[in-house]
């Protein structure tokens, strides 16, 4: 199966049904993007697909096929994530860190115009049981006005 990994063709030999989480953690060994629940509840495993985020725990390797995917690794390397990365740490938006990868993929695709509103709609499907959401919501916000000022 051949896609587009963090800008990158790549071809890997696997099931079809195997879901993309594993593919990116086994046959890629990229961890950054973890498992929490595997039944897509808690966005824990959120990569961006073709630039929308989904739940690579529920992605068969066949849907990727020529489609580009970016993990946590892939976004930072962008202006925009190494920003979230930045504003989490500053914020106090991660703690155990296992939700930080998905919450920063659920918040990329984030326009720096955003409101409070979309960022919460954006996290929605993104869970996190150390912070609390505000230090998260702060965190994205925080980015998002930085990336505006860069402008
Ligand atoms: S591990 Fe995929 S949504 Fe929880
Ligand atoms: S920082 Fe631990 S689950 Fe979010």
Redesign the pocket.
Known sequence: MRFTLNGKSRTVNAHPMKRL?DVLRGECGLTGT?????????????VLLDGVAV????VPLAHVAGKKVITIEGAAATRTGKALQNAFVEQGGAQCGICTP?MILAAAPLTSHASFDEIRTALA?N?CRCTGYPAIFRSVQSALKASKRAR
Do not use: I, V
Request: hydrophobic share 20%.
């Open positions: 989480l973890k498992e929490g629940c595997g039944e897509g509840e808690c966005g824990a495993c959120t739940d690579s725990c529920l998905g499907g869970l």
